[in-house]
């Protein structure tokens, strides 16, 4: 089963190493496909990185990137990963698995680890699968880093909307839900996101465009969002979502994209980091 995984890139060239890193050495058929929108250096990395297949020119913003990406894509798997995040090892084979043993299933979501700018692993996120009240109402419950689907979504034209250049994971994933994409977990950890300081996810960079969303709803709708809250927090209680996670961990640290640095006897509780 082939995987599509879609970076979209723009001045991050020393994160995108790690990110290039951690799929190559996926021990599986991939197709690594970086969007990237013009990058300082960007052609030497190309030549330093023949796995990856890079395309450089300009884009209308993330999501755009990724929509151009995938549209070029031609795995039968298809997952996008910025160059802030990265795989664990094994995470391919283990999702491929997943989908040759569940064909019903078209989006798969797995836990991730969250870690500081330096990698240091600071907690982890169970991943509980997404409802459509939740998804209009609260922030995005899943992380997109460990979400992969089949490429019949993208066949089918659900794509990602450029306008929304910080929330379009949320609107796309709303879009999956109302057209009724059949939906699974692996409660397994699958990849790591950074806090770098920079991430679109940032919570300050998020909240202009969260408050044009929820304006667009009727106030009798907003009205739910305690209610809808409440629901999903009893939900991820029973998936064992506020458990320590405790084992040991590879993957790639800051400078070092030359092998996995293994993390030990973690401890991870599951509470947001704050910024």
């Known amino acids: 089963m082939r995987f599509s995984i879609i970076t979209p890139s723009f001045r991050q060239l020393d994160w995108l190493e790690l990110c290039a890193a951690s799929v190559a050495d996926q021990e599986i058929e991939v197709e690594h496909r970086v969007q990237d929108a013009g990058s300082p250096g960007i052609e030497a990395w190309c ?5 990856a297949q890079v395309t450089v020119e300009a884009d209308d913003g993330m999501y755009d990137a990724i929509n151009r990406g995938l549209q070029r894509a031609r795995g039968e798997i298809c997952a996008y990963l910025n160059c802030d995040e990265q795989y664990l090892p ?13 064909p019903e299933v078209d989006v798969v979501f797995g836990d991730a680890i969250l870690a500081d700018a330096a990698l240091r692993p600071l907690a982890y996120r ?11 109402l609260r922030p995005l419950g899943v992380l997109t880093c460990s979400t992969f689907f089949r490429r019949k979504i993208v066949d089918d034209g ?5 306008s929304w250049k910080i929330i379009g994971d949320k609107m796309w ?11 699974a977990m692996m409660p397994e950890p699958l990849a790591v996101f ?13 909240a202009e465009e969260r408050r044009r969303w ?11 969002r305690p209610l809808v809250q409440l629901h999903h927090v009893g939900r991820k209680w029973r998936a064992g979502a506020y458990q320590k996670f405790t084992g040991d ?24 980091p704050k910024q």
């Not at 169970?126 to 209009?136: D, G, Q, S």
């Open 194 to 206: 950074a806090f770098t300081g920079e991430n679109l996810s940032h919570p300050q960079a998020m």
């Open 90 to 102: 094994g995470t391919l084979s283990k999702v491929g698995d997943f989908f040759s043993q569940h």
């Open 126 to 136: 169970r991943a509980v699968i997404p409802l459509r009240w939740h998804t209009l």
């Open 47 to 51: 030549q330093s990185h023949p796995r």
């Open 173 to 183: 994933l709303l879009g999956l839900l109302d057209r009724g994409y059949r939906m």
């Open 214 to 224: 929820h304006r667009q709803l009727p106030v009798e709708i907003r009205l739910l």
């Open 249 to 272: 961990l590879r993957y790639y640290t800051r400078g070092d994209a030359s092998h996995r640095k293994a993390f030990t006897q973690l401890n991870l509780g599951s509470a947001w």
């Open 158 to 162: 659900v794509l990602f909307d450029p």
